[in-house]
């Protein structure tokens, strides 16, 4: 019979990607209540921490971790630095999105994993739900960097984190060796860089003051308009990163082209990423921010 584990590192091989499988028994709760604010996420400990809430019985958790796809045609042009060309707009709204590639690909793994044999299953991608990165840690795709990004010894923190749960067990061909690689112990680049202060040496993150957070969230305060630059999104700290490749290129947009926009235009030229799923109108309330208090 062939080997499941073998089907899994054949299949992450062959599509670009990187792929772990681990148990599904339940996260440590105290490892999630660290901060005191956390955005997007379940508010039910028990759906966070323990896969059988999503899946019963299930045994098997395959993380997968898919570089981002960059846009061609539709997108801005990289590297547009024109007159009033003012506001970063982050991988997010440049990037195919991620959530149907990677459904995609997990969808695929799991007819491929089908034809040896018969189990239920559940595909989770930028889920409120599970954990997903503390899956990913625990499949050994990478370790933790001090921007609480999960960063692989292959892609660095560029990439996206899918899970597949399944209610069959997989043998792997060993136990998963510990990662060597760490964030220098006296690294502090993506600390220092981040515009807003939002990490903290030794402490979790200040989720609050983290910009691409505030370009997300929905219901603003006055003081919480200063976007430091980013329209929507921020890579600054993967972009410091010494595990990261530099990033070859950066868009910028002129943010009154975003508040001329209308509906349609917005679906027309971001309606493929993952940013515009917010919808438009928080996306010109970041343009005005952008406008009002430039940075």
């Not at 921007?147 to 067990?169: A, E």
């Not at 690689?181 to 030794?202: E, Q």
Request: proline share 7%; net charge neutral; with cysteine.
């Amino acid at each position: 019979m062939t080997n499941l584990y073998e089907t899994v590192t054949r299949f992450a091989k062959a599509n670009d990607c990187i792929a772990g499988i681990c148990d599904a028994s339940p996260l440590e709760a105290a490892n999630l209540l660290k901060s005191d604010f956390t955005p997007f996420v379940q508010a039910d400990i028990n759906k966070r921490t323990n896969p059988a809430a999503i899946l019963p019985g299930v045994q098997t958790v395959i993380a997968v971790g898919a570089r981002p796809a960059a846009c061609q045609s539709q997108c801005h042009s990289p590297g547009n630095t024109g007159e009033g060309a003012t506001a970063q707009l982050s991988s997010l709204g440049v990037n195919k999105d991620y959530h149907r590639r990677v459904k995609a690909l997990l969808k695929a793994l799991a007819t491929d994993l089908s034809q040896y044999a018969s189990f239920n299953y559940k595909i989770l991608v930028d889920s409120p739900t599970l954990d997903e990165r503390a899956f990913a840690h625990r499949a050994g795709l990478g370790f933790y960097g001090r921007n609480g990004l999960i960063i692989s010894p292959v892609f660095g923190s560029r990439f996206n984190i899918g899970l597949l749960l399944l209610d069959i067990p997989i043998a792997t061909a060993a136990e998963t060796a510990p990662l060597s690689p760490r964030c220098p112990p006296t690294c502090r680049l993506c600390i220092d860089a981040c515009p807003g202060g939002a990490l903290r040496p030794g402490l979790p993150m200040d989720t609050k003051k983290c910009v691409s957070y505030l370009t997300q969230k929905r219901d603003w305060a006055g003081e919480e308009a200063a976007l430091h630059g980013q329209l929507y999104g921020c890579d600054i700290c993967q972009d410091v990163c010494p595990f990261n490749a530099p990033a070859q290129n950066k868009t910028y947009v002129n943010p009154w082209e975003w508040l001329e926009m209308d509906d349609e235009q917005f679906a027309q030229k971001y309606g493929h990423t993952a940013m515009l799923w917010q919808g438009s109108a928080l996306l010109r309330r970041n343009a005005q921010a952008a406008i009002d208090r430039p940075q």
